[in-house]
């Protein structure tokens, strides 16, 4: 008997390196057996060659490349309008007929040169995608938030998370009503596309566009309040919000991702003594999650892992640890000493693989806290070293 060996889809995102790109990239990547990812630089489309070489490697592409703002609106409707012909034509080209992915947006019927360029663009990819018997997926995206976003271009929320991480005063131009997606939505949303075609196998051309249902909906001053108590209750007195909806999870867990590793942390906690003993209060939690404690012998270190929905905090009350935290992606590992005569901690943003070491010569008395309590059947933990 013959056992068929699936092969991973080949995937590409042009973007890779946005905000969205990174998201979709790094969880694409959690699953290699299915999907083969294909690097993808932006000095491509300045390169006929690497361009089609490129296109001719993808079994889908996913085009995230567009321009947002920029102070000609002209020149976001040409930039955006040029990188769809330039994909088009390394298509053309090579003769290639992968799986086109296209992130367009709501603003789409809006009068404004960004929302032409992207109505403009899946119109583009649509006809090539009828002409040369292509699969085609539009996905029409409300506004997007989430951790890495970039202040005063991504989103609102990135803009408010960053001022009031970094002592700005947040401003409120226009208080209108947002219909708001949580990035790993999209994510989830482009991963099911690509596997809802993958499966078809009626062999039949697949042109579509699906309109993508915003998760939450609020107004600016709305948001502003949100993020501004996460600011007061975590700054002033280190608190964990009770996180009450899945919106306002995944507002924290934006907020966390902006604050300043390297100044902030680690972060002082009161210790209070008197002829009992001491007392130090690690957590203030509005509600849920999971606190946990352990203990670790000299020299052993725990974790090495990341997470991509949990937020943790490592709070050292006993003994000399070193914590390590590295962006998956990046190569910048960030070191932190704790000693448990000084009691402090450190937060885990998401997609942060992360460690702590015993470097003392007692046993390390540590307690951890997360957002959300462990699941053994979906305990989003994931391997990799600092």
Same mark, same amino acid.
């Not at 996913?62 to 309008?81: F, G, K, Q, S």
């Not at 990035?183 to 078809?200: C, Y």
């Not at 725990?302 to 006993?318: D, L």
């Not at 806290?369 to 994931?382: A, G, I, V």
């Given at each position: ?21 990174t998201h979709l990239y ?12 294909i690097p993808f630089e ?64 709501t603003q789409e019927e ?44 991504? +989103?609102? !929320?990135? /803009?408010?998370? *960053? $001022? ?9 131009? #226009?208080? =209108? ?100 003993? +001491?007392? !130090?209060? /690690?957590?203030? *939690? $509005? ?9 670790? #012998?000299? =020299? ?87």
């Amino acid at each position: 008997m013959t056992i068929a060996v699936i092969s991973p889809r080949r995937i590409g995102i042009t973007g890779q390196a946005g905000f969205m790109g990174t998201h979709l990239y790094n969880t694409l990547g959690l699953q290699p057996d299915k999907y083969e990812r294909i690097p993808f630089e932006d000095a491509f489309f300045d390169d006929r060659k690497k361009l089609e070489e490129w296109v001719s490697a993808c079994d889908v592409i996913i085009h995230l490349a567009a321009m947002n703002r920029h102070n000609d609106p002209n020149e976001i409707y040409h930039t955006n309008i040029r990188l769809v012909r330039l994909l088009i034509d390394a298509m053309e080209e090579t003769k290639s007929t992968p799986h086109v992915l296209f992130a367009s947006s709501t603003q789409e019927e809006r009068d404004n040169q960004y929302g032409k360029s992207k109505k403009e663009g899946r119109s583009l990819l649509e006809s090539w995608a009828e002409k040369n018997q292509g699969n085609f997926t539009g996905l029409i995206i409300p506004n997007v938030f989430g951790p890495f976003g970039n202040p005063y271009y991504n +989103s609102v !929320v990135a /803009t408010f998370c *960053h $001022q009031l991480t970094h002592d700005e005063q947040p401003l409120i131009d #226009v208080d =209108g009503e947002l219909k708001l997606i949580y990035v790993a939505e999209v994510v989830q949303n482009f991963m099911e596309q690509i596997d809802k075609v993958h499966k078809n196998n009626q062999g039949e051309v697949v042109i579509e566009t699906i309109q993508l249902h915003h998760s939450a909906q609020a107004r600016v001053s709305a948001i502003l309040e949100i993020l501004g108590s996460f600011r007061t209750g975590y700054f002033e007195k280190g608190e964990i919000p009770a996180l009450a909806t899945p919106f306002e999870r995944n507002l924290f867990i934006t907020f966390l991702c902006f604050i300043d590793h390297k100044s902030f942390f680690p972060y002082k906690l009161k210790l209070n003594t008197d002829q009992r003993g +001491s007392f !130090v209060e /690690t957590i203030r *939690h $509005q509600g849920g999650g999971q606190v946990s404690f352990s203990t670790t #012998v000299p =020299g052993i270190t725990r974790g090495n892992h990341f997470h991509t929905r949990k937020a943790e905090r490592f709070a050292v009350i006993k003994g000399r640890a070193v914590i390590e935290l590295r962006r998956i992606g990046t190569r910048e590992v960030l070191s932190f000493e704790l000693d448990g005569d000084h009691p402090s901690f450190v937060d885990m943003p998401v997609w942060y693989t992360h460690n702590i070491t015993n470097i003392g010569k007692d046993e390390l008395y540590t307690i951890f806290w997360s957002n959300e309590q462990f699941d053994p059947d979906d305990p989003d933990t994931y391997f990799e070293k600092v």
